[in-house]
């Protein structure tokens, strides 16, 4: 009588497990390629056109001075504006549908790091760390595209930067994860 081969060794396990691998892999690398291109957004939002007509970031993304998060203008604040700029256009029909329905404008975010990470702007912007420096230059963006390479390295390396004082206390790992 043959001894039946261990689990591990059978045909089928194994192909099941290089199966199972592979979707991993494709799933991961999927992620990855999806969290690096522009996504669709609900509205063809230019920031060109408005940073380049002179309003400033923190107009529509004033928590960025305050605390962790920048924010999102609201609907409203929208309108303050396209009431009355008379210019009728496809993109903006859909900004004064939205809020004739009073709904919120379901943006897709691109400036996004894992939960168990702790992002803050404040202590950033207080230091005069520029917008641009970490999110591109917008004036040439309409959505605002994904910035590559944004992780633990980028922030180590730039807090390495801020001189051998102030290094132990920020690259603490309790700095960024608690
Ligand atoms: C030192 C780098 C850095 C600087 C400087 C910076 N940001 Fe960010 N920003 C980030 C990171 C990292 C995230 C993702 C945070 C997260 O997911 O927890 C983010 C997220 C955002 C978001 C989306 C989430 C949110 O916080 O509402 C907006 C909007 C934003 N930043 C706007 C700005 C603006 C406007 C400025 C300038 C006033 C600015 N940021 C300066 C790194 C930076
Ligand atoms: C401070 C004033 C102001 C605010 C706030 C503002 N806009 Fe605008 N927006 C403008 C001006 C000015 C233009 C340029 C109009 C033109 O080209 O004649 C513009 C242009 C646009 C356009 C391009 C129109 C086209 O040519 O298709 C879109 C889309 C748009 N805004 C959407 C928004 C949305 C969505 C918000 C809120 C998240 C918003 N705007 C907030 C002033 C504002
Ligand atoms: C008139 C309002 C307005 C101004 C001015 C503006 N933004 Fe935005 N911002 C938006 C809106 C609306 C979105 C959501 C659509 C998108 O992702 O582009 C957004 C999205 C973003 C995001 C991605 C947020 C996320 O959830 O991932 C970043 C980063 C950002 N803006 C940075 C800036 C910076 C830096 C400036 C100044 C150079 C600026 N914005 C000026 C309205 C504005
Ligand atoms: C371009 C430079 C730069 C990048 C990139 C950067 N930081 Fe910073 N970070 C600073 C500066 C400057 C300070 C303020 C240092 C000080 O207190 O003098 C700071 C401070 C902080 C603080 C607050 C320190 C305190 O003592 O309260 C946290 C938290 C932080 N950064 C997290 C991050 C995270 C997370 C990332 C990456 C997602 C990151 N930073 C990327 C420059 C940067
Ligand atoms: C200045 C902020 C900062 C500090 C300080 C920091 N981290 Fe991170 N860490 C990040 C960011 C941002 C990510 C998410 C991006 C990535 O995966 O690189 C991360 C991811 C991680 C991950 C997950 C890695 C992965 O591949 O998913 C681990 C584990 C980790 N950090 C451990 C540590 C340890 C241990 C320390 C202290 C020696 C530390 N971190 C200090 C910002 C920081």
Known sequence: ?????????????????????????????????????????????????????????????????????????????CLGCHQQVEKRTPEIEKLLNYAANGQSIPWV???IQPDFVQFNHRPHVAAGVECATCHGDLTKMTVAEPQRGQNMGWCLEC????????????????????
């Open 1 to 77: 009588m043959n001894k039946p081969l261990p689990l591990w060794m059978r045909p089928w396990v194994r192909i099941t497990f290089a199966v199972v691998v592979l979707i991993f892999l494709g799933a991961a690398a999927g992620g990855l390629y999806l969290t690096q291109t522009v996504p669709e957004q609900p509205i063809q939002f230019p920031h060109n056109f408005h940073v380049g007509s002179g309003i400033p970031c923190m107009y529509c993304h004033p928590g960025a001075q305050w605390g962790p998060t920048a924010g999102l203008p609201t609907t409203q604040k």
């Open 159 to 178: 807090h390495q930067k801020q001189g051998p004082e102030k290094w132990e206390r920020l690259s603490d790992c309790a700095l960024c994860h608690y």
């Open 109 to 111: 975010p691109v400036a």
